[in-house]
């Protein structure tokens, strides 16, 4: 079983998106996902699975976050939040409430980047309930599209995952913003970006995020769309008064 400690990346660049200095923490083995994303930078999902489980030593962050925490200090910087961002999905680990717990009692806030997937468990609900700040990968609200694109596991459900993140919003006390990638003849239509858009302001987002794909995917045919589509995905966001925004 490999150590936590051996995954942790300090100064992530994703410090940029929270006031203070973020370090990052892969939880899960690089391409252990619950989908296998057409556009995934880290090319075909290895391990599709639906089963949560512990896949590193728990008792190690701690002592590992602290590590970080002083080799910063040492650098003149502060680490106050924890990303759970592995190159997979971070909610497959089952002991994430439990390190957030643990985090949360040093003073770390920690934040998420999950395709919530799995947000119709209860169990994954109440963890999520504890993160701070998360981000949701939603990148379609069409059963077709989303069997194109995210490529889910088979036992999923997209409506299941839709009405349970609708009502996990609704409850939900900290920050959540969205991400979607947009992509050429997959999920870039009018009727598409509309209907996306229109289920995203359900959600009260803080900030949506509308991602373009970057090379190498996993599927080499995908591309970005047209200024055309991107103008239609940019006038369907701002109409659904989402404060939206592109990033590559
Ligand atoms: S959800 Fe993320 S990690 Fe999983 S396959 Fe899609 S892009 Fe890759």
């Not at 490999?2 to 410090?15: D, H």
């Not at 008792?59 to 976050?65: K, N």
């Not at 717990?101 to 395709?115: D, F, M, P, Q, Y």
Request: proline fraction near 5%; charged fraction near 25%; include cysteine.
């Amino acid at each position: 079983m490999p150590s936590l400690v051996e995954t942790l990346n300090v100064f992530e660049p994703i410090s940029f998106r929270y006031s203070g200095g973020s370090l990052g923490v892969k939880n899960v083995p690089a391409s252990t996902c619950t989908y296998n994303c057409v556009y995934c930078p880290n090319s075909r999902t290895k391990m599709i699975t639906l089963n949560r489980r512990s896949w590193y030593e728990m008792d190690t962050i701690l002592e590992s976050v602290a590590k970080k925490q002083a080799q910063a200090r040492v650098l003149g910087r502060a680490i106050d939040h924890v990303t759970f961002i592995p190159d997979g999905e971070p909610t497959l680990d089952a002991n994430l409430e439990q390190e957030i717990e643990i985090l949360r009692a040093v003073g770390i806030k920690t934040s998420i980047v999950t395709n919530v997937s799995l947000i119709d468990r209860s169990d994954v609900q109440r963890m999520l309930k504890s993160v701070d700040q998360i981000t949701v990968k939603v990148d379609t609200i069409n059963q077709a599209t989303w069997q194109r694109l995210n490529r889910p596991h088979e036992q999923l459900s997209l409506p299941a995952i839709l009405e349970a993140l609708r009502d996990f919003s609704s409850e939900y006390g900290g920050f959540l913003d969205t991400e979607t990638m947009l992509l050429n003849e997959l999920n870039d239509t009018e009727e598409e970006v509309r209907g996306l858009a229109e289920y995203l302001r359900e959600l009260h987002p803080r900030t949506a995020t509308i991602l373009l794909p970057t090379s190498p995917p996993s599927g080499a045919w995908v591309r970005g769309p047209s200024a055309k589509r991107m103008a239609l995905a940019y006038m369907a966001f701002e109409q659904c008064g989402l404060k939206w925004w592109v990033t590559v």
